[in-house]
């Protein structure tokens, strides 16, 4: 009787790069369902720390406007 597992073992091993017990006689392929996935959430992330600095830096502009009118304010107080 064969062992379905020898039959199994006989096809993969030495197959190149797809067989669980073979050699990886060959490159892996430049881009599967990792790389992309990996690449989107690369995007994802560049694109929440895009937001990041564009949000400090209007939070600042804010900071910075408020006080101008703080000074101006404070200026035409004293002049009274």
Do not use: W
Request: hydrophobic share 25%.
């Amino acid at each position: 009787m064969d062992d379905p597992d020898d039959d199994f073992l006989s096809t993969t091993s030495g197959s190149g790069y797809g067989g669980k017990f073979g050699t990886q006689s060959e490159d892996p392929p430049p881009y599967d369902d990792d790389d992309a996935r990996g690449y989107g959430l690369r995007q994802q992330m560049q694109q929440s720390m895009n937001r990041q600095v564009d949000s400090t830096q209007r939070m600042l502009a804010g900071i910075y406007d408020s006080e101008q009118i703080g000074i101006a304010t404070a200026e035409v107080y004293y002049m009274v």
